[in-house]
């Protein structure tokens, strides 16, 4: 991932040329950062190539219109809320750039050695002329970015009289006297303001110029500087938390607005979770997350973003989904090292492990003392309901429940050990089968997980009961409940309402027992 950098890479080869002279014997001829960007866009459309790798979900919406942009050689304006990789999406812009570019060796401002726009580059033409040092300046090097918070000034973005140069004898209206900031050190480069909204209005204003005229002036001083930059800022749609604005003259600078979005499908936030997810592998434990697993991380974070309980202007960003996924791959390599397995893999009961990784990151349109941990829980049954109703056919389980019927219980807990699990398997044959083609017969582990997944989804589709054990659940199937008793209060009363009594009788029946 690009990042600014402070000292810049020497010649990459021995075979570029190293001084002005050189260059101009290679038939070396500038472009401006704009018409760089075009051509190798150009390039990458033309070799079918992803444009943006690495960005998944992106491909149908926001891909299309920063294609348009960048052809065009606007500045960028990307709004999004936050998770939605706006800031791995301005980092990855620097592709679009040659992979070396020449510059005056020794100057701030990376000065095209054909056209050197400060007054030290002109300096050192005058002087050298021909022999002047020419020395290369990698894609990655020609990327600044600067996260806005309001005590951002104009001296650390444009820049400022430096006062030791001052006290060297230097003249204040001398251009040598000048400390530059970010922006004129990414001259012939991009440029990115992160969260713009944050910057003060008054430094927002100083950026008219660079937007529109591309050019900066310092402390009043008659410096022009001609900047080549590509700007590029990311922003909040709507800032909820009342921070700032973008003021409307500088959003009309804007050559384009592209919009991010949430992953639009659970297998776009999976894929996502997998290349962001941190994972590690020297500990001699394999860790392995059934497919189902990984959906049900995944509906989690779909879940909350249509809940009406959490506040949707807030967002809930992708990182939520990496997270709950890492919590849940730590929870079962808990266990494993605990009972003394060499493999692991997730299971229902490891997701009560996600309310540490979920706290902080929904906001609840209202608060209420414990609340937050009752929506989370909420939000994961619906996650695991809807995951089971799409992976596990119906037609499957009346075998089952009809083990379950003829006496059979079943027992889970995160502190069982994955070879408990082989025992229910071999009452319930049918169990084994939906094991099976869920994948997840290749280990012990992945195949409690398994059992645990349709125990749960048999219990959260009204099919099995379930009761609270110390330490876990016991999935039982008990037998209906028995007829209203004849206490007279009835008498009277229509077939529908007796049968909106036993309704409300087996529903008090059953929030009883959970």
């Known amino acids: 991932m690009p990042t600014s950098k402070t000292s810049k890479t020497s010649n990459p080869s021995t075979s570029k040329p190293e001084t002005l002279g050189e260059l101009k014997q290679s038939?070396?001829?500038?472009?401006?950062?704009?018409?760089?960007?075009?051509?190798?866009?150009?390039?990458?459309?033309?070799?079918?190539?992803?444009?943006?790798?690495?960005?998944?979900?992106?491909?149908?919406?926001?891909?299309?219109?920063?294609?348009?942009?960048?052809?065009?050689?606007?500045?960028?304006?990307?709004?999004?809320?936050?998770?939605q990789g706006k800031s791995r999406l301005i980092?990855?812009?620097?592709?679009?750039?040659?992979?070396?570019?020449?510059?005056?060796?020794?100057?701030?401002?990376?000065?095209?050695?054909?056209?050197?726009?400060?007054?030290?580059?002109?300096?050192?033409?005058?002087?050298?002329?021909?022999?002047?040092?020419?020395?290369?300046?990698?894609?990655?090097?020609?990327?600044?970015?600067?996260?806005?918070?309001?005590?951002?000034?104009?001296?650390?973005?444009?820049?400022?009289?430096?006062?030791?140069?001052?006290?060297?004898?230097?003249?204040?209206?001398?251009e040598l006297t000048i400390h530059y900031g970010l922006i004129p050190r990414t001259n012939r480069g991009i440029f990115c303001v992160n969260e713009l909204p944050d910057l003060a209005e008054r430094i927002q204003v100083g950026l008219f110029n660079l937007m529109e005229e591309r050019d900066v002036q310092i402390r009043g001083y008659?410096?022009?500087?001609?900047?080549?930059?590509?700007?590029?800022?990311?922003?909040?749609?709507?800032?909820?938390?009342?921070?700032?604005?973008?003021?409307?003259?500088?959003?009309?600078?804007?050559?384009?607005?592209?919009?991010?979005?949430?992953?639009?499908t659970t297998e776009h936030e999976r894929s996502i979770v997998d290349q962001e997810s941190v994972q590690f592998t020297d500990t001699g434990l394999q860790v392995v997350v059934p497919d189902f697993m990984s959906e049900i991380v995944a509906e989690l974070s779909h879940q909350a973003r249509r809940s009406g309980e959490v506040n949707q202007r807030s967002g809930v960003s992708v990182r939520l989904s990496i997270s709950?996924?890492?919590?849940?791959?730590?929870?079962?390599?808990?266990?494993?090292?605990?009972?003394?397995?060499?493999?692991?893999?997730?299971?229902?009961?490891?997701?009560?492990?996600?309310?540490?990784?979920?706290?902080?990151?929904?906001e609840l349109e209202t608060f209420e003392e414990g609340r937050e941990d009752r929506v989370i829980e909420d939000l994961t049954r619906r996650s695991v309901v809807e995951v089971f109703n799409r992976l596990v056919p119906a037609g499957s389980l009346a075998e089952i429940v009809s083990s379950f019927e003829s006496g059979v219980t079943a027992e889970a807990s995160a502190n069982l050990p994955s070879t408990d699990y082989a025992r229910g398997l071999a009452e319930v044959p049918a169990l084994a089968k939906i094991v099976k083609s869920l994948g997840c017969d290749g280990s012990e582990a992945e195949s409690a997980s398994a059992v645990e997944f349709v125990l749960e989804g048999l219990h959260l589709t009204r099919q099995l009961n379930r009761d609270v054990i110390e330490g876990g659940f016991r999935y039982v199937k008990e037998p209906p409940p028995p007829p209203l008793p004849d206490t007279g209060i009835g008498e009277g009363l229509d077939d529908e309402r007796r049968a909106e009594l036993r309704r409300k009788f087996e529903r008090r029946r059953r929030r009883n027992r959970e």
Not at 332 to 351: F, N, Q, W, Y
Request: hydrophobic share 35%; aromatic share 6%.
């Open 27 to 83: 038939g070396y001829q500038p472009r401006t950062i704009s018409a760089e960007i075009h051509r190798n866009v150009i390039k990458r459309l033309k070799s079918g190539d992803p444009l943006l790798p690495g960005i998944v979900g992106y491909e149908r919406t926001v891909v299309p219109e920063l294609e348009n942009a960048l052809l065009a050689g606007q500045s960028i304006a990307i709004l999004g809320e936050r998770g």
């Open 91 to 174: 980092r990855s812009l620097t592709q679009f750039l040659d992979e070396y570019v020449p510059y005056l060796a020794g100057t701030e401002t990376n000065d095209d050695p054909l056209s050197p726009i400060s007054a030290t580059g002109r300096a050192m033409i005058e002087e050298q002329g021909d022999k002047t040092p020419v020395a290369w300046l990698h894609r990655d090097e020609r990327y600044g970015e600067k996260l806005a918070t309001p005590d951002v000034s104009m001296a650390d973005l444009i820049g400022d009289v430096d006062p030791i140069k001052v006290a060297e004898g230097r003249y204040l209206s001398d």
């Open 222 to 264: 008659n410096i022009r500087l001609p900047l080549d930059i590509m700007v590029v800022a990311t922003a909040n749609p709507e800032d909820y938390t009342n921070r700032g604005r973008i003021i409307t003259p500088l959003k009309d600078r804007f050559g384009a607005q592209v919009r991010t979005h949430y992953p639009e």
């Open 324 to 362: 709950n996924y890492e919590t849940l791959r730590s929870a079962a390599l808990r266990r494993a090292i605990k009972v003394g397995e060499d493999c692991a893999s997730p299971r229902i009961t490891d997701l009560p492990a996600l309310a540490s990784s979920m706290r902080g990151k929904i």
